[in-house]
Nanobody, 126 residues
Framework: QVQLVESGGGLVQAGGSLRLSCAASGGTFTDYSMRWFRQAAGKEREFVAGITWSGDGTVYADSVKGRFTISRDNAENMVCLRMSSLKPEDTAVYYC???????????????????WGQGTQVTVSS
């Protein structure tokens, strides 16, 4: 059983930056592809960014490409999402997710996740 705990959310003005962290415990961290999803009020949960088990591959949703960067530290069992040039439409609850699959193509975008974190709220004011 893997436990994921997100931190780093908060309120920021448009154009600002935030760094989200997700600490993993209870499993072998390198067994998992890691992803970030978000869910805005009244909308479906959507993929934001993903990173391979080794950290040598990353995938981003078009809406965040060039503004968000995902990274992982396998020694610390941590995955981070650095967000810059934030927009009001980035407002959502952000979730960390662990997946034992080696993900390819469209699989990065699906919601078949083995473990979810509890989420952290990000609010971007205009």
């Amino acid at each position: 059983q893997v436990q994921l705990v997100e931190s780093g959310g908060g309120l920021v003005q448009a154009g600002g930056s935030l760094r989200l962290s997700c600490a993993a415990s209870g499993g072998t961290f390198t067994d998992y592809s890691m992803r970030w999803f978000r869910q805005a009020a009244g909308k479906e949960r959507e993929f934001v960014a993903g990173i391979t088990w080794s950290g040598d591959g990353t995938v981003y949703a078009d809406s965040v490409k060039g503004r968000f960067t995902i990274s992982r530290d396998n020694a610390e069992n941590m995955v981070c999402l650095r967000m810059s040039s934030l927009k009001p439409e980035d407002t959502a609850v952000y979730y960390c997710a662990a997946d034992p699959r080696r993900l390819y193509g469209g699989q990065w975008f699906d919601l078949k996740v083995a473990y979810w974190g509890q989420g952290t709220q990000v609010t971007v004011s205009s």
